[in-house]
C-alpha cells in the first residue's frame, strides 16, 4: 500500500505545484483534490460553495462528509482531509475537547443559534436563568416560567455535538444539562431535533436557526431579545458562534482558493446568506 | 453427510475412473482436465473461505485492539456493571446499554419469531401459488428499505400513536424500538424460514397424509421439525440484525443512558449509543475506547446467544 | 426425520378424528388471518411511502442536480451512484461469499474450528454497519490514502455483506437432499461437476433470495458510504470514475433528512424513499424472472 500512498502524495503535490504555476494565468485552470470532512451543521454550505465553485474550476475534485464538528481537525491532524470544518475555535480548549495544536482555524460563516419549544408551548420568553434551570432538570412543569400546566420535555442534541457545544456555551453560561429522565431524550442532528420538536407537545430544545424558519416550531427570545439576524448585528443577542474551517497550517493551493472563495463576497453576500447564515462581514 | 466419508468418495473416484479409462484415448484428456478444474475449484473455494475469514478476523481484531485500551484506565467490572456512564465526568458503566440490547432483542423474538413462522407456513404451504409469487418478492423488498426510513415513519407515526394511547410524555423506549424492529427483521426471518418449509422433500407430507394425519399434524409434526434447521438459521439472522440495527433505533429509544426498567422509558442500547456518540470523539480517548470496546461486546453478545441458540437445538435434537 | 413421522402417525390414529378436524381448521384459520393481517400491514407501510412520494415523481427529479438552496432540486448523481455501488459491491462480494459458502458446505472438515468459523460468520452479521464503516476508513482512507472514494465504499459494502452471502450459500446447497447428490456422483460426475450441475441450480432459489436481500441492503445502506463514501457526489451524471467521490441514494436521503437547509427537504426525502422503494422492488422482480422462467421450463 505504500507505492499507493507515495503515488497519491506526489501526485497531490504535483497538483499543487501546477496550481501554483496556474493560477498565475488563469483561476479556471485550477486543478486538485480537496478532501473535506467535520461539522454537520456546516455541511449544507460546504456542498453549495463545492458544486458552485466546481462550475467555475471544473478541474478541480471535492469530496465532502460530515460526522461531528471534532471529526474535523481530528479528520486534518491524521491527514486524511485538507479541510476540517468545525463548529467552534478548535485552536482553544472547549469543555470535553482539548485544543489541536499546529491548525490554524479561519472563520467562514456565523450560525446563529436559537431555544426553540413546540407550538402548543405558550411561553415565548424566558431569562436565562429560567433556562439553565430548565436544562439542569429544576423546573419540570411549564406552568413555574408562565406557561400551561404541562410537563417540560427536553431534547437533547448528543454530549460533543457543535451545537450543544455552543448553545451551553452561550445560552446556559456553561450550565449544566440533565442527562436522565423520563421526559430526557437525545438526538442525533439538526432534522431529527425539527422533528422530534415539532411533534412532541411540551418540547424545548435548540437548533440552528436557519432550521426554523419556515417549520412548526417556535424560536425564544432569550431575555427579551428575540434571535434575528438584526439583533445579531446589533450585538443585543449573543447566542451564536463562528464556523470554522481548520487546517493544517496556513492553507495552501487549490485549498487556499476554495477557502478564499468561500469567504468571498460574493459567495457570503449570495448563496451563504440563503442558507440562512450570517455574513462574516455583518459582525464588527 | 455421505460424500465426505472418504470410502465413499473413494469408491466415486474408481467408479470415475472405470468410465473413463472404457473411453478413447482422447477421454485421458478429459479426465485429467476434469480432475484440474476439479481440485483448482477446490483451492478457488478454500482461498475465498480464508479470504472471508480474514477480512472478518481483521474486523474482530481491530475493534479489540482499540477497546481493549479502556481497560487502562477503566476497571474491567466498572465496565461491565456501572450504570454510570457520563463522559462529562469520565465514567464508563455499560450495564445500562448491554441489559438495553438484551430486553430489546428479547422483545423483538418474542414479537417477531411467532408472527414470522405463520407467515413462513402460509406462503410455502397454504398460499395460492399467484398470492406467493406475489408476496415473496414484497416481503425482499422490506429489507431493501434504508433504515433511515423506518425510522423515520417510527418517529413520526409510531411514536405520537403510542404517547396517545400510553397517556406519556415521551413513549421512546424498549416497546416502540422493538415494533420497529419487528417489522424490519419479520420478512428476513419469514422469508428464509419460508426457503427452507418449500425445501422439505414433498414426499414427507405425502407420507404423513397418507398415514391418515391432518395439515395441522404434517405441519406441526413433520414440516417444521424438518425445516428446523433453517428456520433457526433465519432467526439467529434475524437476530444479528435486530441486535446490530443502528440508524432506525437510533430514533426511537430516546438515547438516555438509564436502565430500560419500563416500556416506555427513554434508554439507550449499545448500536445506538456507538453511533450517537463516535461522531463526536476524540480519536485518542478513554471514551473512544470505551465504544469501540462496547462494539466488540456487541459481537461477543450476539456471538453468545448464537451460541445458547445452538445449544438449544442441539437438545432439542437429541430428545 | 423417523421420530417426527412415528410421532405424526401414532396421534393420527390415536386421537380422535372429529378434535383433529377441529384442529385443523383453526389453525388454518390462524395461519390466515395472522399473515393477511400482517401482509396488510405491510402493504399499508409500502402504500404509505409511496403515495409520500410517488405521486409527486417527476423525471426532472429523478436526473436532475441536486440543490442546496432552491427548491427543485433532483437525485441524479447519487441515484446513479447507487446503482454503480450495488453493482461494483456485488461483484466482489458474490463470488467471495458463494465461494466461501460452498467451501463450508462441501469441502469444510466437520470440526471445531470450522463450527467456530461459523458462528463467527454469523456472529458479524450482526456488527452494526457503522464499525465495517470505521474499517472501511483505516483501510482506505488511512492506509491507502485514497480520500472518500467509491470504490472504498463499494468494498466495504461488499465485505458487509460478505457473511449474509457466504451463509445463505451455505444454508440453500446443505437443503439440497442427498439423493440428487448422491444421482450425480454415480452418473461419474467430479465433485465440481455435481456442485456446477446438480447442487447450485437445486439451490439457486435460496441463492437469489440471498442476493436479493444483499442487494437491496446495499441499496438501502447508509452509515458505511457516509463514512467511506463521503456525502457529495461528483456533480455529474454519468461518472464512472472509480476514485469519484460517492454519495448514494440513502445517504442523499440521510443527509436531506437530517442536515438539509432547503424548503422541501421533507418532500426530497419522501420523493427519494419513493423511488429507493420501486428500484429495490424492480431489482426483486428482475432477479426473480429467471427462476420463473426455468420453473416453467421444467414442468
Not at chain 2, 77 to 92: A, K, N, Q, R
Not at chain 3, 43 to 64: C, Y
Not at chain 3, 73 to 81: A, D, E, M, T, V
Not at chain 3, 237 to 254: C, I, K, Q, R, Y
Amino acid at each position: 500500500m505504500k507505492w499507493f500512498k507515495s503515488l497519491s502524495v506526489a501526485a497531490m503535490a504535483l497538483a499543487i505545484v501546477t496550481t501554483g504555476v496556474s493560477s498565475a494565468n488563469a483561476a479556471s485552470s485550477l486543478s486538485g483534490s480537496i478532501v473535506i470532512n467535520g461539522s454537520s451543521a456546516l455541511l449544507p454550505l460546504t456542498l453549495q460553495a463545492k458544486s458552485e465553485f466546481q462550475k467555475l474550476n471544473p478541474k478541480v475534485k471535492i469530496s465532502a462528509s460530515s460526522a461531528g464538528s471534532v471529526t474535523g481537525p481530528q479528520a486534518v491532524r491524521k491527514g486524511i482531509a485538507q479541510i476540517g470544518a468545525c463548529d467552534w475555535d478548535a485552536t482553544k480548549d472547549v469543555p470535553g475537547f482539548k485544543a489541536f495544536e499546529g491548525q490554524i482555524a479561519t472563520p467562514v460563516a456565523v450560525i446563529p443559534f436559537a431555544a426553540i419549544v413546540n407550538s402548543d408551548v405558550k411561553v415565548n420568553n424566558l431569562t436565562t436563568q429560567q433556562l439553565k434551570d430548565i436544562f439542569s432538570g429544576k423546573i419540570k412543569n411549564w406552568k413555574d416560567v408562565g406557561g400551561d400546566d404541562a410537563d417540560i420535555v427536553i431534547v437533547n442534541r448528543a454530549f460533543g455535538s457543535g451545537t450543544r457545544v455552543n448553545f451551553q456555551l452561550k445560552a446556559l453560561e456553561g450550565g449544566s444539562i440533565v442527562s436522565t429522565g423520563s421526559n430526557v431524550k437525545t438526538v442525533k442532528s439538526s432534522g431529527e431535533m425539527k422533528t422530534n420538536v415539532e411533534t412532541t407537545s411540551g418540547a424545548i430544545g435548540y437548533e440552528a436557526l436557519a432550521y426554523v424558519a419556515g417549520s412548526k416550531m417556535k424560536a425564544l427570545s432569550i431575555n427579551g431579545v428575540a434571535p434575528t439576524e438584526a439583533n445579531i448585528i446589533n450585538g443585543k443577542y449573543k447566542v451564536w458562534s463562528y464556523g470554522y474551517y481548520m487546517t493544517k497550517g496556513q492553507p495552501t493551493g487549490v485549498t487556499k482558493a476554495f477557502i478564499d472563495y468561500i469567504r468571498s463576497a460574493k459567495f457570503q453576500n449570495g448563496s451563504l446568506k440563503k442558507l440562512k447564515f450570517i455574513p462574516l462581514s455583518a459582525i464588527k | 453427510m455421505i460424500e465426505s466419508s472418504p470410502a465413499v468418495q473413494a469408491a466415486v473416484q474408481g467408479q470415475l475412473g472405470e468410465s473413463m479409462k472404457s473411453g478413447s484415448g482422447k477421454a485421458f484428456d478429459r479426465k485429467n482436465r476434469l480432475l484440474f478444474y476439479n481440485s483448482t475449484f477446490k483451492v478457488v473455494c478454500i482461498c475465498s473461505a480464508i479470504f472471508v475469514c480474514l477480512i472478518l478476523f481483521s474486523i474482530l481484531i481491530f475493534m479489540f485492539r482499540t477497546g481493549v485500551l479502556t481497560f487502562k484506565t477503566v476497571p474491567l467490572t466498572t465496565f461491565l456493571f456501572s450504570t454510570d456512564w457520563s463522559p462529562e465526568t469520565e465514567t464508563y458503566g455499560a450495564f445500562v446499554f448491554i441489559f438495553g440490547t438484551f430486553a430489546l432483542t428479547a422483545l423483538t423474538l418474542l414479537f417477531s419469531v411467532p408472527l414470522s413462522v405463520f407467515v413462513a407456513v402460509f406462503l410455502a404451504e397454504m398460499a395460492p401459488k399467484w398470492l406467493r409469487n406475489l408476496l415473496r418478492p414484497i416481503l425482499d423488498l422490506l429489507v431493501g428499505i434504508p433504515s433511515v426510513v423506518y425510522g423515520f415513519l417510527g418517529l413520526t407515526l409510531l411514536l405520537p400513536k403510542l404517547r396517545d394511547w400510553a397517556q406519556v410524555d415521551l413513549s421512546d423506549g424498549i416497546l416502540a424500538g422493538a415494533i420497529v424492529l419487528s417489522i424490519m427483521i419479520l420478512p428476513t426471518i419469514s422469508r428464509i424460514s419460508d426457503d427452507s418449509i418449500s425445501a422439505v422433500p414433498q414426499k414427507y407430507r405425502d407420507a404423513s397424509y397418507a398415514l391418515g394425519a391432518t395439515r395441522f399434524h404434517t405441519i406441526v409434526r413433520v414440516v417444521l421439525p424438518s425445516a428446523r434447521s433453517g428456520i433457526l438459521y433465519a432467526v439467529i439472522l434475524g437476530m444479528a440484525r435486530a441486535i446490530g440495527e443502528t440508524m432506525a433505533i437510533v430514533m426511537v429509544i430516546g438515547n438516555t443512558p438509564q436502565l430500560a426498567n419500563a416500556l416506555f422509558k427513554p434508554t439507550s442500547v449499545l448500536t445506538s449509543n456507538i453511533v450517537m456518540q463516535i461522531p463526536n470523539v476524540p480519536f485518542d480517548s478513554t471514551w473512544n475506547y470505551a465504544l469501540y470496546m462496547m462494539g466488540f461486546l456487541l459481537l461477543f453478545i450476539s456471538l453468545l446467544m448464537i451460541v445458547v441458540i445452538r445449544l438449544l437445538q442441539r437438545k432439542g435434537a437429541s430428545r | 426425520m423417523k421420530t417426527a413421522a412415528k410421532a405424526a402417525a401414532t396421534n393420527a390414529f390415536s386421537a380422535r378424528s372429529g378434535s383433529n378436524r377441529l384442529k385443523d381448521k383453526i389453525f388454518s384459520l390462524v395461519v390466515w388471518g395472522v399473515s393477511l393481517v400482517i401482509v396488510a400491514i405491510i402493504l399499508g407501510l409500502l402504500a404509505l411511502i409511496l403515495e409520500r412520494g410517488a405521486t409527486h415523481l417527476s423525471w426532472d427529479f429523478i436526473t436532475g442536480l441536486p440543490s442546496e438552496i432552491e427548491e427543485g432540486g433532483g437525485i441524479g448523481p447519487s441515484l446513479f451512484n447507487s446503482f454503480y455501488m450495488m453493482i461494483l459491491s456485488l461483484i466482489v462480494s458474490i463470488p467471495f461469499g458463494m465461494a466461501a459458502g460452498i467451501y463450508l458446505a462441501e469441502f469444510a472438515p466437520d470440526n471445531k474450528f470450522i463450527a467456530f468459523v461459523r458462528i463467527c460468520v454469523e456472529g458479524l452479521a450482526s456488527v452494526p454497519s457503522l464499525i465495517f464503516g470505521l474499517f472501511g476508513i483505516a483501510l482506505f482512507v488511512e492506509m491507502m490514502g485514497l480520500g472518500l472514494t467509491i470504490i472504498g465504499g463499494a468494498v466495504s459494502l461488499a465485505f458487509l455483506n460478505l457473511p449474509v452471502l457466504t451463509r445463505v450459500t451455505e444454508e440453500a446447497i446443505r437443503a439440497v437432499s442427498q439423493e440428487i447428490k448422491q444421482a450425480s456422483f454415480s452418473l461419474g460426475a467430479t465433485h465440481l461437476q455435481t456442485i456446477r450441475k446438480a447442487l447450485i441450480p437445486s439451490a439457486i432459489s435460496g441463492i437469489v433470495t440471498g442476493i436479493s436481500l444483499v442487494a437491496g441492503r446495499a441499496f438501502g445502506e447508509s452509515a458505511v458510504i457516509i463514512l467511506t463514501a463521503g456525502v457529495t457526489t461528483s456533480g455529474v451524471m454519468w461518472d464512472f470514475n472509480l476514485l469519484s467521490p460517492g454519495e448514494t441514494l440513502a445517504v442523499h436521503l440521510w443527509y436531506v433528512q437530517s442536515e438539509a437547509i432547503v424548503p422541501d427537504a421533507q418532500l426530497i426525502s419522501q420523493k427519494a424513499a419513493a423511488v429507493l422503494l420501486i428500484v429495490v422492488l424492480a431489482i426483486n422482480f428482475l432477479f426473480r424472472i429467471p427462476l420463473w422462467v426455468r420453473e416453467r421450463k421444467l414442468r
